[in-house]
């Protein structure tokens, strides 16, 4: 067999990840429509597995610390294969509520173990490049996953199948190319401290969360209701993923550069400005760069957060660091889709791009102050 190093196996297999999202969001939404299945329901169906994601990482990140990231990345990726099987061959809705949030288990351990691998092959001169490619391998896939739709027409169970022989596939490749590496659990508790000193990649990673899950949702919304007709939406909504994937890594390779810090400033900055101006503009095409501005800021906020949560952890500390990173993900993935579309509903619509905005600003004031407290200690 071909000899695979361990750093371009983290690529497959969150490129296998990426795939199995993008198959599983809008095929699974697509099918229980045909299905006469109730709005609310759909889109809880999808939060499910965001939930899982969730409340797994714990469990996550402990299996990393006593069976070594070897062992969890495949387990999530057979787990995730599995889920995708079960989905093909059965369409009740309870068993589906069950496998999506074990699909979002098997996600999460596919995550929490790949950002935990890319920390540890990278040096502070190249993880934000090689976090980078990781953001980039993922949404490439994620792009792809949609090709899920045309596969419906083969049946069901194709899309479905796809992704989960796929996630198998790469699951066996994780075995024979990650080497074992025997961890040093630290003792389970609780630390207040160990999260406070995280506290800028914790809330790069919930804004993460909640700006993707939200513009995703948002974005084909906003311009429906301002005028645009489908193919310009689609035109629009192309626009913000390719920033979200092709700029993450010019964005997280010039965090190399001038500091992850200070990159994740920039990052909010550039969200801001783009949000802001998607709010004044005409409504016209010359949206659509605002909008890849926009994706890339959003894009690069994951990489980045992953990052810094490297540059301020023991390797021993890695796991558990990457665990609560990835919780803080899925917190802001379950808030992410439906706060703004409350306040749509609510106040209107460009009051849902403000709330988008005001969180970054938010964000920023975060930042800020956690750079004066860290001014303030090192000056004593």
Not at 42 to 47: E, K, Q, R, V
Not at 289 to 296: D, I, M, N, Q
Not at 332 to 357: K, Q, R, T
Request: charge should be positive; charged fraction near 10%; aromatic fraction near 10%.
């Amino acid at each position: 067999m071909l000899n695979v190093s361990p750093f371009v196996t983290t690529l497959i297999a969150i490129f296998a990840a990426g795939f199995g999202f993008g198959i599983v969001l809008p095929v699974t939404s697509v099918v229980l429509e045909q299905q006469h299945v109730a709005t609310p329901v759909i889109g809880l169906m999808a939060t499910v597995m965001f939930i899982g994601l969730a409340l797994g990482a714990p469990l996550v990140g402990r299996s990393i610390e006593l069976r070594g990231v070897r062992f969890t990345l495949a387990s999530g990726l057979a787990l995730t294969a599995v889920c995708m099987l079960l989905l093909g061959t059965a369409l009740s809705l309870p068993l589906w509520f069950f496998i999506r949030f074990f699909m979002g288990i098997g996600f999460g351990a596919i995550f929490t173990s790949c950002e935990t691998l890319i920390n540890r092959l990278s040096t502070d001169k190249n993880r934000g490049r090689n976090l980078g490619l990781y953001g980039l391998a993922f949404s490439v896939a994620l792009m792809a996953g949609p090709a899920g739709l045309w596969m419906l027409s083969f049946g069901m169970w194709v899309p479905f199948t796809v992704a989960g022989l796929l996630c198998g596939a790469v699951a066996a490749l994780v075995f024979k190319s990650v080497p074992f590496v025997q961890e040093h659990p630290p003792e389970l508790r609780f630390d207040f401290a160990f999260v406070k000193k995280l506290r800028i990649s914790l809330v790069a990673m919930v804004m993460a969360g909640f700006m993707e899950g939200a513009l995703i949702a948002l974005i084909p919304v906003y311009a429906l209701r301002t005028g645009f007709d489908p193919t310009r939406v689609g035109l629009l909504l192309f626009g913000f993923m390719f920033g979200h994937g092709a700029l993450t890594p010019a964005l997280s390779t010039l965090g190399d550069r001038i500091g992850l810090r200070s990159m994740v400033m920039v990052t909010y900055a550039l969200g801001i400005i783009s949000f802001s101006v998607v709010l004044i503009m005409p409504k016209s095409m010359w949206l659509m760069p605002v909008l890849v501005l926009g994706g890339a800021s959003v894009g690069a906020l994951y990489p980045l957060g992953v990052g810094l949560l490297a540059q301020c952890t023991e390797p021993a500390e890695l796991a558990r660091g990457n665990a609560l990173t990835t919780f803080c993900y899925g917190l802001g993935s379950i808030a992410g889709p439906f706060v703004p579309a409350i306040i749509m509903h609510l106040v209107g619509v460009p009051a849902s791009l403000f709330v988008v905005a005001a969180c970054l600003y938010c964000a920023v004031f975060a930042w800020m102050a956690a750079q004066r407290r860290a001014q303030t200690i090192s000056g004593r």
